[in-house]
């Protein structure tokens, strides 16, 4: 069973900093892509940024320039978020996909770290 653990998440003010951690159970080149996501209060989950196991990493629009993706060479994930704003308030999960032989996607998902921006 893949397991992914979120941490790093707080209470900090408006154009401060915070990293996030994603920790899995199995080796981060084992999933054919991992990423972020975010729910706001009253809103869908987005996705914020995804690292394909090879190629370039994918920003969403209102995070570029201010959030950085990186991975150690085992098995974490960072987000580095900085210039933080009130509007990216959200509890920030942690994905995994690994596809079979066939293509076909199974998606893992960690339970979430609450980041709260203060204006």
């Known amino acids: 069973q893949v397991q992914l653990v979120e941490s790093g998440g707080g209470l900090v003010q408006a154009g401060e900093s915070l990293r996030l951690s994603c920790s899995t159970s199995?080796?981060?080149?084992?999933?054919?892509?991992m990423g972020w996501y975010r729910q706001a209060p009253g809103k869908e989950r987005e996705a914020v940024a995804i690292?394909?196991?090879?190629?370039?990493r994918i920003y969403a629009d209102s995070v570029k320039g201010r959030f950085t993706l990186s991975r150690d060479n085992y098995n974490t994930m960072y987000l580095q978020m900085n210039s933080l704003k009130p509007e990216d308030t959200a509890v920030y999960y942690c994905n995994a996909v690994r596809e079979d032989v066939s293509g076909l996607p199974t998606d893992y998902w960690g339970k979430g770290t609450l980041v709260t921006i203060s204006s």
């Open positions: 199995d080796s981060i080149f084992s999933f054919n892509r």
């Open positions: 690292m394909p196991r090879t190629g370039s």
